[in-house]
């Protein structure tokens, strides 16, 4: 009786130490600067092959370079970040991106276009990687799980709203109107920084030769690389739905794929990250490789549309969680002066991964078909279930973090 009376008394006031102002200005600041991210990002290979008549290659080409720049962007935000503090650092990367989307207005040839992308995936990379590091920063270490959960669920509306802004609207308001919207969003995120509150980041007392972990933490590398891994079937996923639908004529299905995979994502992260905050990650985290694997194995079955959509339910439910709890798992192991490190270590591995996907797809699907492909990452998720096992009896997934950490905001 009275644990069942307590665990709701406790819920109110676990919300109130998450959702404070600066949580929810940086959540509206991730989730608009990804929908402008998509909604650009969507007709990318479009907008080259018709405007400056690119060949498919080139096209992809520009995918990867973003890609390449949101590496370089989230590599060295580690570090900045206890040198100009999170703010400061913050404001740049949105300035960044909203000079980036301006520029498409000026760039007129191939050259700048790729020039605009890097500095695109640069700003991504510094706006994910210091946003990322700031929820942990401002939620209390014992809400971790769920604070990081929910942070993530913008992430997962952004992923619905931003390439539909781009499909959506392309034929009624042209490239120059997908522009404007990206450009707006931007301009409203610089705004909202305006609202983020937080404690400067703790700086070196004296100055040092820089090192690699001053960029990015080498304890995480192993959990990191295996969520690398895991990032090739998602990468793969991403890269070739689509073929894969207009071969098989799923295209209807295909289409909601990734509408069903942010729902999924939306209905199950608040439970997960509870789940995470009371039992560990374990108990998330093998779920979560099952579940991604059925995805894939649905697709390489061939079912029809209904295997399809069921597959981007449980794409939601494996890849989506994966990506939430092994963040939450990464900061858990540092203390909180090393967060950012942390926090660039997971996402540079997890971009690696999915910037590297479409290309090793690319070589063997003439010789596996998408069926194929899709068959073959379901091994290496299964694999990979076997890894975070090995890991976990390291001790390199979690590491508890202690409860008593103050976290001062001046909210």
């Known amino acids: ?27 509206l600041i991730n989730m ?5 991210y998509y909604s650009i990002f969507v007709v990318s290979t479009r907008y080259l092959s018709e405007v400056f008549r690119a060949s498919p290659a080139v096209a992809g080409l520009a995918t990867g370079i973003i890609v ?28 960044l991106y909203l ?6 207005f000026a760039a007129d040839s191939l050259a700048l276009i790729f020039l605009v992308r890097f500095v695109s995936g640069v700003a991504v990379g510094i706006v994910g990687t210091v946003t990322g590091t700031i ?3 401002v939620v209390p270490p014992k809400f971790h799980g769920r604070g990081i959960a929910y942070f993530s669920m913008s992430t997962a509306l952004a992923l619905c709203f931003g390439p539909f802004i781009g499909i959506a609207l392309l034929d009624s308001i ?17 705004l909202l920084v305006a609202l983020v509150k937080v404690e400067a980041s703790r700086r070196p007392s004296e100055h040092h030769r820089l090192s690699l972990s001053d960029f990015i933490e080498p ?6 690389l295996l969520g690398c891994f895991v990032c090739l079937a998602w990468g793969n996923l991403q890269a070739f739905i689509a073929g894969y639908a207009h071969e098989y004529g799923v295209v209807a299905a295909a289409s909601s794929f990734f509408l ?37 194995v649905l697709l390489w079955a061939n079912l029809g549309g209904w295997a399809v959509l069921l597959s981007g339910v449980f794409a939601g439910l494996g890849f989506g969680n994966f990506t939430s709890v092994g963040q939450v798992s990464a900061i858990s192991m540092v203390p909180r002066e090393r967060y950012a490190q942390a926090t660039s270590t997971f996402y540079v591995f997890f971009d690696l991964g999915i910037g590297v996907a479409p290309y090793l797809g690319g070589l063997i699907l003439p010789a596996v078909g998408y069926t194929g492909i899709f068959g073959l990452n379901a091994v290496v998720v299964v694999l990979c279930i076997g890894g975070y096992w090995l890991l976990q009896r390291a001790g390199l997934t979690h590491r508890p973090t202690a409860t008593g950490e103050a976290v001062r905001v001046h909210d």
């Not at 608009?32 to 402008?36: D, I, K, P």
């Not at 000079?99 to 498409?104: E, F, I, P, R």
């Not at 490239?175 to 409203?188: C, E």
């Not at 304890?219 to 990191?224: A, G, H, K, N």
């Open 1 to 27: 009786m009275t644990d069942a009376t307590a665990a709701p008394a406790r819920e109110p006031s676990a919300l109130r130490a998450i959702f404070s102002r600066t949580f929810v200005a940086i959540s």
């Open 32 to 36: 608009l600067g990804l929908a402008a």
């Open 68 to 95: 390449i720049g949101c590496l370089v962007g989230r590599f060295f935000t580690g570090s900045i970040v206890h040198q100009a503090g999170y703010r400061r650092v913050l404001f740049c990367g949105v300035l």
């Open 99 to 104: 000079a980036a989307s301006l520029a498409y």
């Open 135 to 137: 929820v942990a920063v």
């Open 174 to 190: 042209g490239y120059r109107g997908i522009f404007s919207i990206g450009s707006a969003m931007a301009l409203f995120n610089l």
């Open 219 to 224: 304890r995480l590398i192993p959990f990191s």
């Open 260 to 296: 069903v995979y942010a729902v999924a994502i939306l209905v199950s992260r608040p439970w997960s990250g509870k789940m995470y905050d009371m039992h560990g990650p374990a108990v998330i985290m093998y779920p979560a490789f099952v579940c991604l694997v059925l995805g894939l």
